[in-house]
């Protein structure tokens, strides 16, 4: 595969930016400026979870350690999602800056980029640009003569969606099976070899490098109240123009549709297979943690589109990912995916799709990490949106067929 | 395996520990390692891996059977994961699959007698906008046609 | 970043938040409010104990005292004010004043999805279970009433059963991944022969590449059978072998009796733990239909006598000869999980081991040899049986080396929980039966061969005859009443030192085989004592590295916690209050003998005298009572 360094443009990832500059900013300023200025801008975390990236950084810099990590989560595998792919290949520089910035407002020396295996083309790439900045003395010892010591490994997955998972990623570091912790501790406290560690994302620590040079206040000029910022969006499906968009938080699914030329739509999946499916008469609403919370995976259906085989594709992938380690989600994920072929063959009942349903409502809650609390999101919106569907395949009644 | 195979095998190991570390964090990598140089982790390979590592040889199993790309059972020599998420799906997998299993005389999952391609579908590569897309050992393959992913197998030797 | 100390995954371990040694400090406790009622409890307490400590009933499965948390089953869910998602009671550790409740609606739905997800993947129906009545996930489908299969049921067992092992047998059909086992054979035992394999919902437990488990390096020590919720884990079961040999008139069937079952059987009628039902027991094996009934304990005296001279002869080569090729310590031998823990592990200091056979093949080999000859019965009709509290003594009985007798000297072994099963079937109620003694010519044994089934009885029983042998002195005169406290007790390693100041005459028994105990004047005797493997690993470690233990003389290893009376034959459920009744028990029972030290045993010294005559390690006793070991090693083929 070729890089081709295509002119992106966009509001604030996108935005100019030269390599090495949220560095040297910010190791002018105190930890707690830079924390300051990550508080004012309100940064959510970009991986989906959104959690605040500032209070995240906090609680890890308060950890008293004589080791912390930084792990930048590249373990980009929500189906529909790619934008890290560009980022990587196209803006390395955002994303280690980030992370440089990350050690020394958290007090680690060390940062990982755990990278899913089916990256791997990229990791020359990669040890070539880091190789670049430790000559630029803008990693390794004494960081631009300040003292600041900061390296940056890169790891590769070997092929499970669930690393992405910060705990299981964590656990997949350490040499195990990548299935999810007990939280608490959270990875602040007791992380990577139980030291502090913080995992971003990696559009997260592009944003950071951003607000290091920009300031919180600017970030903050884009976006809505509670989703500052912007964010990228990876755009799949039925549509003229697929790729890596940046929008400000708060744009609408039909203006993103308009943006993208698709046209004829039925349906939008919104933050991937774990994500939700909107129909029609919900594409007013609009992409922000207000409102529609994603990682920023949009695939985009036409009316040509059969939901029911959508959905089975999204089980089959749970089915199969899930770590199983947990009854909800080893066992749920199977009777969901046994649902949705029942519903193929039109030979389900009402009353025990219902009974799925609020399977999916326990494995919402019961699930011990955000992979079996979300893998029902899809089955539990496509049955209840698509319900002409369901009858198209014959389904009716509570005697069977 | 011959004994030769064994010892050499063992030393590749050790000398692997030695570079990434003789703790269990290093057991991703070295698995990685191996898996890339001999196409799969043999029993003998598992166990010595668990004895340098200290660890139990039913623990490097275990790990093994958990990622995808790591296997324990010897393949062919390129293994061609064809994308099957939805967006590759809409985007015309299915016609994918059944030319490339017509023209290799095989199923997914399986592979070719010379051993020289294992076909497997992987969940997705992250190449949604430009669907369907294979990884061809580690090289990515997107926009793809019938025609153009035979051409591609067949150029692999 | 080196750091050994990771062995179990961290999402298989507790979160362990430092609780303060002294609550009453200030921050030293937390306020938490449980179901609208207030409670204060240490810091770092989980909410599973929390509940507890206040009669809350939560259920769990993959929960277990022995063992490091999973958080994995789910069922022990919790409503926590303020959290988007329920908690798992038994992982979340209290740090903050919060509010929990216990069986919300929400709770409760959850509870019984997942009862209904594990049956439907739970082969079988539970009459022809053998955990039939004693199965947690049975227990909580009563619980929550389920009265039918919501999500299905698995029509076609998914695994094959693996009866490749004598003596545990792997029914995954039945499991419900709470990895309990995995938990017990990796982190309990440091064995590490199980483990989760596969993802998704291809997760299953398993060995190393799939092999039966006759095949891989396990010791065969069931402590995973003991803590297995289901019926994916059990014994091999011979019991209709037994029952057909006693239907045969033909068939001379004896039985002997290890003392830990005696300690637990109880249990399997109902009894809290802590009653002994030796000679009810006695009672009920004759009722049954066996034609004797031994005791064990005698051949444990046995052992005391031909290990110890074992130890007093390595001792004198090393100390008076000072011949540096006599290994030591020596290791004890009597528990066959142990053995082969050895002979995998550190297959280079098999030479340690005693070369004593345990209780129980002693008694085989003297059952179709000495007893036959003094019956009348040929051996080849004698069908012998031993009840253990343990898994491996199933293997043992059929490791090819154990065929002296010039037949297999043990036929078959019977756990605890298996014979209990014949007492019930028989239908007796084993608390009720009138008391009788053992049957001669081996008759009752001393206590000294009763304390083996805890940890430090071995030890313990050794001491007592030793000190003897060695001083002339009376053990009580040395240790208040013969009770050797200091090997006593659920530490995982005891270590003690005994110095030899004064020494007396050697006593007939050995005479012939050193001639005085000048040689040890002055010495101090240091021993140990260590039960579960992964104890056991420790102190190898430490002996490898040259360490305390290096310098030891003797130690007892136990494979399984608690020793025997913690055994993989024993009665189910198992924990660590469970295992301190059953030794109250053994140790009460002992304290209540006339005759509590091995060579005071009368017919231990008959049996020297009249059978063994050319005495303790001679020729006739080294031919039936002592074996050899095999370097095994860990690599699987």
């Known amino acids: 595969m070729t890089i081709t360094k295509t002119k992106r443009t966009g509001s604030v990832i996108f935005s100019e930016y030269k390599s090495g500059e949220s560095i040297k900013k910010a190791l002018s300023l105190k930890r707690d400026d830079i924390l300051f200025e990550m508080r004012t801008s309100k940064l959510k975390g970009r991986g989906g979870a959104g959690f605040p990236t500032a209070t995240k950084w906090m609680l890890a810099a308060a950890s008293i350690s004589k080791e912390k990590f930084v792990i930048c989560n590249a373990d980009e595998g929500e189906p529909g999602t790619f934008k890290d792919r560009v980022l990587l290949l196209e803006y390395p520089e955002l994303v280690m800056d980030g992370m440089v910035v990350a050690g020394y407002t958290i007090g680690a020396e060390k940062g990982i980029i755990y990278l899913r295996g089916e990256y791997e083309y990229m990791i020359q790439s990669l040890e070539d640009y880091l190789e670049n900045m430790r000559r630029e003395n803008l990693l390794g010892n004494n960081i631009l003569q300040t003292g600041f010591n900061f390296d940056v490994s890169i790891r590769m997955g070997s092929g499970a969606y669930v690393c992405g998972e910060e705990t299981a990623l964590i656990e997949s570091l350490e040499g195990q099976r990548g299935e999810a912790r007990n939280k608490p501790p959270y990875p602040v406290n007791t992380g990577f070899l139980g030291r502090p560690t913080i995992v971003n994302n990696v559009e997260t620590l592009c944003a950071v490098s951003h607000i290091v040079v920009k300031g919180g206040e600017w970030f903050k000029t884009y976006g809505t109240d509670k989703s500052t910022g912007s964010k990228l969006f990876s755009i799949s499906g039925d549509c003229k123009y697929p790729g890596v968009y940046e929008l400000p938080w708060g744009t609408s699914i039909n203006e993103l549709l308009d943006k993208v030329g698709a046209s004829h739509t039925k349906a939008v999946q919104v933050g991937g297979a774990s994500g939700i499916c909107l129909s029609k008469n919900e594409f007013d609403r609009k992409l922000s943690f207000e409102d529609v919370p994603t990682g920023g995976s949009i695939m985009i259906f036409n009316e040509t589109r059969d939901m029911i085989k959508i959905l089975k594709n999204y089980m089959e992938f749970f089915v199969e990912e899930s770590c199983g380690q947990c009854t909800p989600c080893r066992i749920g994920n199977k009777k969901l995916l046994e649902g949705v072929k029942m519903i193929e063959e039109g ?14 409502h326990t494995m919402q809650v019961a699930s011990k990490c955000g992979l079996g609390q979300s893998s029902p999101n899809s089955f539990i919106s496509i049955t209840e949106k698509f319900k002409d569907e369901i009858f198209r395949y014959g389904n009716g009644g509570n005697n069977g067929k | 395996m011959l004994l030769a195979e064994k ?50 040889p039913v623990e490097v199993y275990s790990v093994i059977s958990f990622y995808s790309f790591l296997n324990t059972k010897p393949k062919g020599r390129n293994i061609v994961r064809l994308c099957r998420t939805i967006t590759c799906d809409l985007a015309g997998k299915d016609s994918i699959v059944k030319a490339v299993e017509r023209e290799l005389g095989i199923k997914f999952g399986e592979t070719t007698k010379d051993k020289r391609i294992t076909l497997e579908f992987a969940n997705c590569l992250g190449m949604c906008d430009q669907g369907p897309a294979m990884l061809v050992n580690y090289k990515v393959y997107t926009k793809l046609t019938p025609e153009k992913a035979v051409e591609i197998l067949n150029e692999l030797k | 970043m080196e750091n050994k100390d990771f062995r179990a995954p961290l999402s298989q371990k507790a979160h362990t938040v430092e609780k303060p040694a002294e609550p009453n400090q200030i921050g030293g406790t937390v306020s938490v409010e449980i179901n609208e009622k207030k409670i204060s409890v240490p810091l770092g307490t989980t909410i599973l104990e929390a509940c507890r400590q206040n009669q809350i009933h939560i259920p769990t499965l993959c929960y277990h005292d022995d063992l490091c948390i999973a958080g994995v089953c789910r069922i022990c869910v919790v409503e926590v004010e303020g959290m988007r998602t329920l908690q798992a009671s038994c992982a979340f550790p209290i740090t903050a004043p919060i509010k929990i409740k216990t069986s919300t609606s929400l709770v409760r739905k959850a509870r019984r999805d997942i009862i209904d997800l594990m049956l439907s993947e739970h082969y079988g129906e539970c009459y022809s279970c053998v955990k039939n009545g004693n199965c947690e996930l049975q227990n909580l489908a009563k619980e929550y009433g389920v009265d039918s299969y919501k999500f299905g049921h698995v029509k076609e067992p998914l695994f094959e059963i693996d009866e490749s092992s004598y003596s545990v047998v792997r029914d995954m059909t039945k499991c419900i991944m709470c990895k309990r086992c995995v938990r017990t054979c990796i982190d309990l035992q440091e064995v590490g022969v199980l483990e989760a394999v596969g993802r998704g919902h291809e997760t299953h437990i398993s060995t190393f590449m799939d092999k039966p488990l006759g095949e891989v390096i396990c010791i065969n020590c069931g402590q995973c059978i003991n803590r297995c919720p289901t019926g994916a884990l059990h014994a091999q079961d011979p019991s209709d072998v037994v029952w057909s040999a006693i239907d045969d008139p033909n068939k001379h069937v004896v039985i002997q009796t290890a003392p830990s079952p005696r300690a637990a059987i109880g249990e399997e009628f109902g009894l809290e733990a802590g009653h002994s039902l030796t000679q009810e027991l006695n009672t009920a094996l004759k009722r049954i239909g066996f034609d004797a009934v031994f005791d064990t304990n005698f051949t444990a005296d046995l052992t005391i006598i031909e290990e110890g001279t074992e130890l007093i002869l390595r001792l004198y080569k090393a100390l008076a000869e000072n011949d540096k090729s006599v290994a030591l310590p020596q290791f004890t031998s009597c528990s066959p999980g142990w053995v082969k823990y050895l002979e995998h592990f550190f297959p280079e200091y098999i030479n340690n081991l005693s070369s004593a056979k345990s209780p129980q093949q002693m008694f085989g080999a003297l059952i179709k040899t000495f007893y036959a000859e003094k019956s009348g019965i040929n051996p080849e009709d004698i069908v012998s049986v031993a009840v253990m509290p343990c898994s491996a003594k199933k293997f043992e009985c059929n490791r090819p080396e154990m065929q002296d007798s010039g037949y297999k000297d043990v036929d078959f072994g019977l756990t605890t929980r298996e014979l209990a099963k014949m007492i019930r079937e028989a239908g007796i109620y084993l608390p009720e039966m009138p008391k009788t003694h053992f049957d001669s010519p081996f008759g009752d044994a001393s206590g000294a061969g009763l304390i083996f089934g805890a940890t430090g009885g071995v030890m313990e029983a050794a001491i007592r005859t030793i000190i003897e042998f060695v001083t002339g002195d009376k053990t009580e005169d040395v240790f208040e009443n013969a009770n050797v406290i200091p090997v006593r007790g659920f530490d995982g390693i005891k270590y003690l030192e005994i110095p030899i100041t004064e020494v007396g005459e050697v006593p007939d028994l050995i005479k012939h085989l050193i001639p005085d105990w000048n040689w040890l004047k002055g010495v101090t005797i240091k021993a140990a004592v260590v039960h579960g493997t992964a104890n056991a690993k420790k102190v190898m470690e430490d002996i490898i590295a040259g360490g305390k233990f290096s310098g030891c003389h003797f130690i007892e290893f136990m494979a399984c916690p608690g020793g025997c009376l913690g055994g993989g034959g024993q009665p189910i459920p198992t924990n660590e209050e469970i295992r301190k009744k059953r030794a109250q028990a053994i140790y009460a029972e002992d304290e209540s003998l006339e005759i509590r030290k091995s060579h005071e045993n009368p017919n231990i010294v008959r049996i020297y005298k009249e059978y063994l005559k050319d005495g303790p390690c001679g020729h006739k006793s080294h031919k039936l009572l002592h074996t050899q070991y095999i370097k095994r090693g860990k690599y699987i083929a």
Not at chain 2, 20 to 48: F, M, W
């Open chain 1, 347 to 360: 030979t389900i009942t009402y009353s025990y799709l219902k009974s799925l349903r609020e399977l999916g």
């Open chain 2, 7 to 56: 010892n050499s095998l063992t030393e590749e190991i050790e000398r692997l520990v030695e570079k990434y570390g003789s703790n269990r964090s290093s057991l991703l990598p070295v698995l990685q390692d191996i898996q890339r140089n001999h196409r799969y982790i043999s029993e003998h390979a598992q166990q010595e891996i668990a004895r340098v590592l200290d660890i139990h």
